[in-house]
Structure formats: C-alpha cells, structure tokens
C-alpha cells in the first residue's frame, strides 16, 4: 500500500495587513487559483473588499463629506446627513414640483366642519327636510350631504339648495360619498 503525499502548507502575507498567516489550503490549490485566500482572517477580508473612501459635497449646504465608495456607487449620496436631505427633499419635492400633484386644492380646505357657517349651513337644512332622510324617510343617523360635491364646486359649500339630509346607509349608497371630483369628472358622471 502506497502512503499519501504530504500536504504542504504554505505561510501566506495578507494583503490587507500585511502579517504573515499560515493557509488552509495545500499548495497545489492554492497555485490553481492564486487569488484564493488573499487575507488572514474574515475583518480583513471585509477591509480588503472595501471601496476606497470618496470625498463628496454636500447639495444642500455644500459640506464635504468622506463616504465609502460602495456607498457611493450604490446609494448616489449627494447630502452629508438625513437633515439635509428631507430639506432638499421638501424643497424639491413640494407643490408642483412633486409627482403626486393634483392641483391646488387650497379650495377644499377652505371648508371646515367644525366651524359656525358650517354648523349654520348644517342646521338649515336638517330644518328644511324636518329632519328625515329625503330617500327613505329614516330618522336615524341623519347625516347632510352636499347634492353637487364640494371639490368641484367650492362656491356651492354653503348654499341651501346643494344639501340635503340622508341617513348613512342611503348616504353610503350615492355615487359622490367620500370621493373627490372635478368639475369636468362630476359632470360627466351625469
């Protein structure tokens, strides 16, 4: 019977500091692949991967700032703090500069419900309709409904004539509830 060859062990140099390190691996796979096991322990792997260190300034305040190059490279970091970038982000990303703009609809929350011409508008016509849903006469959770929506006609938010008084569930049933229109987009609903 035939012994095995001795594995010979070669003593390495890790390339990130520099010591000398005894490897795992034989000689013969190690001059198979040369790249294997460049480091002496896994901290020095994950220095060695690293990207070297990038200097960039800041877009909002113009600070330098030392970021890793992976960072870099795969966030595209142009704010040295979470600071900076909600104030470029609320600076860029506001009114009609955002996306999700749909118009100015400062008109909508000009009407309030909490206060006194609602309230007014509210008890008027629970007067003019005895207090009684207009589609099933029903005296139970009344709620006043606006005939024509509020969004497409702001001018109409107080006006007698556009409401009226249903109970919840007739309320529910109205193709306006809790849906936001446009003048155009109501009109043709009709």
């Known amino acids: 019977m035939r012994w095995p060859e001795k594995r010979i062990y070669p003593e390495r140099k890790c390339s990130t500091c520099k010591i000398n390190f005894i490897s795992k691996y034989s000689t013969k796979v190690l001059e198979a692949n040369p790249n294997f096991e460049k480091y002496c322990s896994n ?48 600076v860029n990303y506001s009114g009609e500069k955002n996306p999700h703009w749909k118009g100015d609809r400062a008109t909508n929350k000009q009407f309030r419900t909490d206060g006194q011409p609602y ?21 139970n959770n009344l709620e006043v409904d606006h005939i024509k929506p509020k969004s497409a006609y702001p001018e109409l938010v107080y006006n007698i004539e556009n409401g009226r008084v249903l109970c919840h569930i007739c309320h529910t049933k109205t193709p306006t509830h809790s849906r936001t229109f446009t003048k155009p987009q109501f009109e043709s609903m009709l």
């Open 43 to 90: 901290h020095c792997r994950s220095l060695g991967l690293r990207k070297p260190m990038v200097k960039i300034n800041c877009a909002m305040c113009n600070k330098e700032k030392m970021i890793q190059g992976s960072e870099f490279k795969w966030r595209n970091v142009k704010y040295c703090s979470k600071k900076c970038g909600g104030i470029a982000y609320s």
């Open 119 to 139: 309230r007014k508008w509210r008890k008027a016509v629970l007067i003019r309709d005895n207090y009684m849903c207009v589609m099933c006469k029903s005296t």
